[in-house]
Each structure stands twice: as C-alpha cells, then as structure tokens.
C-alpha cells in the first residue's frame, strides 16, 4: 500500500507541552547532549541512546541549494512505515504528500531548522486511503560535526497504538 498523506491539520507547539512523558524526556536528552552547543550532533543520538525509539525514529537530511532548501527522508522507522503504508526512504518530502500537507511540514520542519529548537507537533494525518491518524511527535535540530543545523530527528507516537 502507498498512502499519501493528503491533508494534515496539527499545531506547532515551541513551548513544548507535551502529553507523552517520552517526548518530555527526549527534550530533555537533547537539551543535556548541547553541551553549551546551539544544538546536539547526530553523533549525540546513537542507536544506543535511541533504542527505545527506533521504530518510531524519522530522520530528515536538510539539501540547501543557493535557492530552496529541502528535506530527504534519511530514515524511516518502521511503526511509521506501519502507519503510512510505505517507506519513502531517500525521497524528498514534497513529493510524498499533496501540497497543503507539505506546506504544514515545511513549516514546521523549517522552525525547528532555523530556530535551532525542538518542536512539537500534535493533530491528524489525512490519508488517501484511511480517514485520519492522531499523532504527537518531536522534531529535534541536530548538526553533523559542525555548526549548522544538518538533520532533524522526528519521534513519533500515535493514539491509536496498541
């Protein structure tokens, strides 16, 4: 199955009020790895340190050109896969959703990106083929042995899990 995320309908939250004390706890892992740094490295966030999250783990690769800036699916966890119907590891994600839900991802993605800050995001998925999905998740800048911020670390949690 594809499915395409055709609608999204979430808040962005930079307060950071979670519901889940597993985002709580990853704001905080974040905020200790800065070491007096702007933001943590990606080194700072092994599979050890992420172990508990992996299949939830979504990892976007920020491509600058000297016009536009995009982001590349890096990493797909599998409960995402799960929930999505696809993996679109090594895609762009304005070509995995329609234009409206990709303008709510880019404006997210692209705060926690220029903020240097983690984000929260909470609300609904619309899929093609599924009627929609509660979510609430943190995206957290991370550098990759320099200063500016390279990638993003998504995790994810949704309602509905069993």
Same mark, same amino acid.
């Given at each position: 199955?594809? +499915?395409?995320?055709?609608?999204? +309908?979430? @808040? ?6 979670? /519901? +889940?004390?597993?985002?709580?706890? #990853? ?5 200790? *790895? ?15 340190? #992420? ?6 783990? #979504? /990892?976007?690769?920020?491509? +600058?050109?000297?016009? /536009? @800036?995009?982001?590349?699916? @890096? #990493? ?8 999505? %119907? ?14 409206? *839900? ?17 984000? @929260? ?16 998740? /943190? ?6 042995? %320099? ?16």
């Amino acid at each position: 199955m594809n +499915r395409q995320i055709v609608e999204s +309908r979430f @808040r962005l939250d930079a307060d950071l009020h979670f /519901i +889940r004390p597993e985002l709580t706890h #990853l704001a905080a892992l974040w905020d200790e *790895a800065r070491a007096g740094r702007a933001a943590p490295d990606r080194a700072d966030f092994s599979p050890f340190v #992420l172990r508990p999250y992996l299949p939830r783990v #979504l /990892i976007y690769e920020i491509v +600058r050109t000297e016009t /536009i @800036r995009r982001f590349r699916i @890096r #990493l797909y966890g599998t409960l995402i896969s799960q929930y999505s %119907g696809r993996d679109p590891t090594g895609r762009f994600v304005d070509e995995i959703m329609s234009e409206q *839900a990709y303008a709510d991802f880019n404006a997210g993605l692209s705060y926690a990106t220029d903020q240097k800050r983690p984000l @929260r995001a909470a609300g609904s998925y619309y899929f093609v083929d599924r009627s929609f999905v509660q979510f609430e998740s /943190i995206t957290l800048p991370l550098t990759v042995g %320099g200063s500016e911020i390279e990638q993003l670390l998504n995790i994810t949690y949704y309602d509905d899990e069993a």
